[in-house]
């Protein structure tokens, strides 16, 4: 639920493109909340939907700069760069929109947690330990790498592996 101060700010609508707002966003580490649309929110999207971006970098809302910056930086498109060359940032802004944290995903997208289960959707032979974890395989209470957010750790086995997050979905 979007709380009523930001329903108000944004008139109901998504902060980055301006479609029709229902989901509230928290923009990291600060916890400060953005309404988006659907499609923003899951940044599940194509390079004509991601313009509004270029616009949603101007906003007088500091959260709503940081997460469009945070987005144009995942594109690899010529227009997103000359977007954020346009952009300034204080320094405190700046410093905000650097500071990303790590999200796991899994195949599907959904967002991974330290302890979920998640499937494998691959078979993956594991280097080292002379076997093959097969498709349909349960990884229970998985751990997350720190450093790095296309891996994470189960066991399979009795065997504690490295495992991609791009081969396995949440359960």
């Not at 930001?6 to 580490?29: F, H, I, Q, W, Y």
């Not at 954020?84 to 929109?97: G, K, Q």
Request: proline share 3%; hydrophobic share 45%.
């Amino acid at each position: 639920m979007i709380p009523e101060n930001v329903m108000t700010r944004s008139n109901g609508a998504c902060e980055l493109c301006g479609a029709e707002a229902s989901e509230a966003v928290t923009v990291a580490p600060r916890d400060d909340v953005i309404a988006l649309c659907a499609t923003c929110a899951s940044e599940v999207a194509d390079e004509s939907h991601w313009r509004c971006l270029q616009g949603a970098v101007w906003s007088e809302v500091p959260a709503v700069q940081v997460q469009a910056v945070r987005q144009l930086r995942k594109l690899d498109m010529a227009w997103a760069q000359e977007a954020l060359d346009m952009v300034y940032l204080d320094d405190d802004l700046s410093a905000w929109a650097a500071d990303v944290p790590l999200e796991h995903r899994d195949a599907n997208g959904a967002l991974l947690a330290a302890g979920d289960n998640v499937v494998l959707i691959k078979d993956l032979p594991v280097k080292g330990a002379g076997f093959t974890a097969k498709r349909g395989t349960a990884v229970r209470s998985i751990s997350l790498v720190s450093d790095n957010a296309g891996h994470i750790e189960g066991r399979v086995e009795g065997q504690r592996i490295v495992i991609l997050t791009e081969f396995v979905k949440k359960k």
